[in-house]
């Protein structure tokens, strides 16, 4: 499965024989510093993914052991900690639950973008360097145009019924904060938070195995902060 060593896509190991909760949150300040939380909970399967983890193989796939999967969230950390712009990098997590919680500072969107592609990058061994060539994140002072990584899951168009319920389960949540004042967005589906300084979207995973520009979004921000 595509980007099977990144952090970032850790849930879709097991995206079609388990429930999985993904939250992406991005908080910016007002001059371009921030920082990036992200979560992966598993942990309403966890009994069904340690059955997985115990064979071999899964659907003519090989299954990697737990200790693997520790390596591979490793490695990310070491190469995240190695990129320009990154700083307070923590990473929680629970191999018992499955609950993985990562979090971040970054000096700009710019420097956090460029991480995460280099990771991917070198994890990914320069086999998807196109899905890479994607820009998902662009801030100015007066708004953020911002998407997800291309997450390619294969097999989304042939599906078995069981994997179709199981996606439809899970949820990606995109919630983007900010110092100033949000005047408007342009996903029909998002929500502004009360304080008008926080902008979420949601929806499931199957949804999204289908149509990834569902989480696609630009805020536009009140310079202010204040009301137009």
């Given at each position: ?36 939380k992200y979560t992966v909970n598993i942990s309403s ?40 712009g990154i700083s307070n990098l923590t990473i929680e ?43 998902w994140l662009n801030h100015t002072k007066e708004s ?85």
């Amino acid at each position: 499965m595509k980007y099977l060593f990144s952090f970032f896509t850790l849930g879709l190991l097991f995206a079609f024989t388990s429930c999985i909760e993904i939250i992406d949150d991005l908080a910016i300040n007002e001059d371009g510093t921030g920082t990036f939380k992200y979560t992966v909970n598993i942990s309403s399967s966890k009994v069904k993914l340690n059955s997985y983890l115990a064979l071999d193989s899964l659907d003519g796939k090989r299954v990697p052991s737990l200790d693997e999967i520790k390596g591979y969230v490793d490695d990310v950390i070491t190469s995240l900690k190695k990129q320009e712009g990154i700083s307070n990098l923590t990473i929680e997590s629970n191999y018992t639950n499955f609950i993985f919680k990562l979090k971040l500072d970054f000096n700009s969107v710019e420097n956090l973008q460029s991480a995460i592609k280099a990771v991917a990058q070198e994890n990914s061994k320069k086999r998807y360097l196109e899905a890479l060539s994607h820009n998902w994140l662009n801030h100015t002072k007066e708004s953020l145009v911002r998407s997800i990584p291309k997450m390619n899951i294969q097999r989304a168009k042939n599906l078995s019924a069981e994997e179709i319920k199981l996606l439809k389960e899970g949820t990606y949540t995109s919630i983007t904060r900010f110092a100033n004042d949000v005047a408007r967005f342009d996903n029909s589906n998002a929500i502004l938070a009360k304080n008008k300084k926080a902008v979420m979207v949601r929806t499931d995973m199957y949804s999204l195995s289908q149509k990834m520009q569902l989480l696609d979004n630009t805020i536009y921000l009140n310079k202010s902060g204040g009301e137009n």
